[in-house]
C-alpha cells in the first residue's frame, strides 16, 4: 500500500515505522526538518518537508496514487483540513484524521470522515484499567 | 443582522466597525486577549474571548441565532472548522471564510462554505490588470459559477476588424462590453466590430478561459 502520513510527531513517526516494516510504501510530511529525528534510523519511507494542507506539497507527494492518508499533527483544525482535502480532492480511499477534541471528533464523524478522539481513547482506558486491577483485587466489583 | 466575526485581527476589527457602522449587530470571536481589549476599547462591548472552532464558545456567542457566520483569522484550517460546525452544529445560513491560500477556494465550495475571499487572489488580479498581458483578467466571480473577465485584444488578433457576430466564442461564452483603448466604453452589440488595443468584457465559465483567450487573441 501507498501511505502518506502528515506530522511526525510521536504518533506520526512511530505509524511511519510500523507501516514501513510491514512492507508499505511509507511517505511522511512535517513542516520542520527536525522532525524527521524522531524517525528510526532505518527508516525505509520518504520524508518530505512541507505544509500538509497545501495541495500543491500533497499533490508533489503523489497523495492522488495513495491507499491511505493520516492526518496527525498537532492541530485538530490542520488534521481536519488536510483529511478533508485528500478524500475530496485527491480521492483517497481511506483519510483517516485524529482530533483530540471529541465534540469536533463526534461532528466530523458525523459529516462521513473516519476520526478518533485519543482524548476519548485514552480516557476510557486508564479507566479500565483502574476497574480491572480493582477487580482482581475483589475490591469495588459494585462499581 | 446579526453577524458573528470569528477573529479580531485586521480583518476582524475593520469589518466589524463597518458592519456596526451598518446598524447590524455585531460579535467578534478572539482568542487573544490584548486584541479583545483593543476592540473592546474602539467598538465598544462586542468582543468574545475564545476559541471560535469551540462548539462550547460557539454556544456562547450564539451561533444558533447568527444570520451569518465570517471567520476571518489568518489560517485557513481555523476558518473552515469554524464554517463547517457553523452549518453542520448550528444550521447558521450564511457563512463566510477569508482565505490566505487562494488554492484552497475549491475544497471549501466543496464543503459547503457559501462564500470564500481571498486576498492574495484580489492583489494578484489587480497586479495581473496592471501588466501588459494577453491573459484573461479575473473581473468577478459571479454566484452561479460564472465569471466576468476581460481581455486585452492584441494588434495581431485574427479578430480584430471583425464585428461579434463573426466571432466563434466557447460555448456560453458572451462579450458585453468593448471599451477603446482610450478608456471610452462602446454601446456593444452583434455588429459593435473589434479594434486592436480594445478590451473585451467577457461573462463566461472558468473551464472556458483558456478557450476564450485563443479565440480572441490567437493571431
Known amino acids: 500500500m501507498k501511505v502518506v502520513i502528515m506530522g511526525c510527531g510521536r504518533v506520526g513517526s512511530t505509524l511511519a515505522a510500523m507501516l514501513a516494516d510491514d512492507g508499505h510504501d511509507v511517505t511522511v510530511i512535517d513542516i520542520r526538518q527536525e522532525a524527521f529525528r524522531r524517525l528510526p534510523a532505518d527508516f525505509k519511507g520518504k520524508r518530505h518537508v512541507g505544509n500538509g494542507i497545501d495541495q500543491d506539497v500533497l499533490a508533489r507527494v503523489g497523495l492522488a496514487e495513495a491507499d491511505a492518508f493520516f492526518a496527525v499533527t498537532q492541530g485538530d483544525n490542520r488534521n481536519v483540513m488536510a483529511t478533508q482535502i485528500a478524500k475530496h480532492i485527491f480521492g483517497v480511499e481511506r483519510a483517516l484524521c485524529r482530533i483530540y477534541d471529541p465534540i469536533r471528533e463526534a461532528m466530523y464523524h458525523e459529516l462521513g470522515i473516519e476520526t478518533i478522539s485519543p482524548t476519548i481513547v485514552g480516557a476510557n482506558m486508564l479507566k479500565d484499567m483502574l476497574y480491572q486491577k480493582h477487580a482482581a483485587a475483589g475490591i469495588g466489583s459494585e462499581a | ?219
Open chain 2, 1 to 219: 443582522m446579526y453577524v458573528i466575526v470569528v477573529g479580531g485581527g485586521k480583518v476582524g476589527y475593520y469589518l466589524a466597525k463597518e458592519l456596526l457602522a451598518e446598524n447590524h449587530e455585531v460579535l467578534v470571536i478572539e482568542q487573544d486577549g490584548a486584541k479583545c481589549e483593543r476592540i473592546a476599547e474602539e467598538l465598544g462591548d462586542i468582543v468574545l474571548r475564545g476559541d471560535g472552532c469551540e462548539a462550547a464558545t460557539a454556544e456562547i456567542a450564539g451561533f444558533g441565532r447568527a444570520d451569518m457566520v465570517c471567520a476571518v483569522t489568518g489560517d485557513d484550517e481555523d476558518n473552515l472548522v469554524s464554517c463547517q460546525m457553523a452549518k453542520a452544529k448550528f444550521g447558521v445560513p450564511r457563512t463566510v471564510a477569508r482565505l490566505n491560500n487562494p488554492k484552497n477556494q475549491t475544497i471549501f465550495k466543496k464543503l459547503g462554505i457559501d462564500s470564500t475571499v481571498s486576498a492574495t487572489a484580489a492583489i494578484l488580479a489587480q497586479i495581473e490588470q496592471e501588466l501588459p498581458t494577453h491573459g484573461t483578467i479575473p473581473i468577478l466571480q459571479l454566484k452561479s459559477g460564472l465569471e466576468i473577465v476581460g481581455l486585452k485584444m492584441p494588434a495581431e488578433s485574427s479578430v480584430i476588424g471583425k464585428s461579434i457576430k463573426e466571432l466563434l466564442m466557447p460555448h456560453g461564452s458572451l462579450i458585453v462590453l468593448v471599451v477603446g483603448k482610450d478608456g471610452t466604453p462602446r454601446a456593444t452589440t452583434s455588429d459593435t466590430v473589434i479594434q486592436a488595443e480594445d478590451e473585451v468584457v467577457v461573462v463566461t465559465s472558468s473551464e472556458n478561459e483558456e478557450a476564450l483567450r485563443t479565440a480572441l487573441t490567437k493571431p
